[in-house]
């Protein structure tokens, strides 16, 4: 029979994968596309056309890109 300790790290260990999981499924999806144009993730403004070519997967703009490493 396990033991307090046994069923906490089991429960974290469990909190841990999920939250991985989310994770990894959110990294790499890039823009919303819509009519042939990418837009953002967070504002829905249009992404800079230049930026998607430098940065394909770029799933913000430039403007939501800084005020996220802000």
């Known amino acids: 029979m396990p033991d307090f300790c046994d069923l906490a790290s089991e429960t974290e260990a469990q909190h841990l994968a999920a939250a991985l999981?989310?994770?990894?499924?959110?990294?790499?999806?890039?823009?919303?596309?819509?009519?042939?144009?990418?837009?953002?993730?967070?504002?829905?403004?249009?992404i800079a056309e230049a930026r998607v070519k430098a940065v394909p997967k770029a799933e913000l703009c430039i403007d939501c890109a800084r005020g996220m490493e802000e």
């Not at 989310?22 to 919303?32: C, D, E, H, M, Y």
């Open 21 to 46: 999981s989310g994770a990894t499924a959110l990294a790499g999806r890039g823009p919303i596309w819509q009519g042939g144009k990418a837009y953002c993730r967070a504002c829905g403004e249009e």
